[in-house]
């Protein structure tokens, strides 16, 4: 059987769409990561999508996937902004009002994943195992957050920014002040509202 070159080029690019499929598949086999595990955030500042680890965190995947599915984020802000160090949200309105999450989950810090510059992680309070809604991204490489630091549980990543870096830079550097909030004045408050306006889990 004879192949013209049109022919033969049509082969080519299919056998490299063909490979370029496999290896995304065998990617996800090697890494446990599955491909619904991708957050996009939408945010008055742009769009950040975040890759979850539900190999690495499985309990705090669930967790997040669980308040993202239900719209829990959606109309929520970043409430605490410190520059070179990170961005937290996840807890208050824009009316700054707190929101109440599920129950707290237990502190999956030990699970190898290092507070490094995009990384996302779980907020919590003193008690090692309080995180429920409330996130942090790393703006930059915070080494003393890992376990065991700073307490001997450390605080637990579960994810990283892969698109949006940009936005986290823009998030870090606007200005702060103190915010009067039903439960009182909470400090490193942005002075214009970072919403997120929507969060949902990303279709391939």
């Known amino acids: 059987m004879k192949f013209n070159r049109k022919t033969i080029l049509s082969l080519i690019v299919l056998a490299l769409f063909m490979g370029s499929i496999f290896f995304q598949v065998a990617s996800m086999f090697l890494t446990g990561t599955k491909v619904e595990d991708l957050v996009v955030m939408e945010t008055s500042k742009g769009v950040i999508e975040i890759q979850l680890n539900r190999q690495k965190a499985p309990l705090t995947v669930e967790n997040f996937v669980t308040y993202v599915e239900s719209g829990f984020f959606d109309g929520t802000v970043f409430h605490r902004v410190i520059k070179d160090f990170m961005i937290q949200g996840g807890g208050f309105t824009v009316e700054a009002e707190a929101k109440e999450g599920n129950a ?4 999956e810090g030990r699970n190898g994943l290092n507070n490094e510059r995009g990384t996302i992680a779980m907020a919590r309070t003193n008690d090692p195992n309080s995180a429920t809604s409330q996130f942090f991204i790393n703006t930059v490489d915070n080494a003393g957050l890992d376990y065991p630091n700073p307490d001997g549980y450390g605080y637990a990543v579960f994810g990283k920014v892969v ?6 830079d823009a998030i870090e550097n606007v200005e702060t002040g103190i915010k009067n909030t039903p439960i009182g004045g909470m400090a490193d408050w942005p002075t214009e509202d970072v919403v997120i306006i929507r969060a949902y889990m990303k279709e391939n």
Request: a neutral charge; hydrophobic letters at 50%.
């Open 104 to 107: 707290a989950i237990p502190n």
């Open 163 to 168: 698109k949006g870096i940009d936005v986290i």
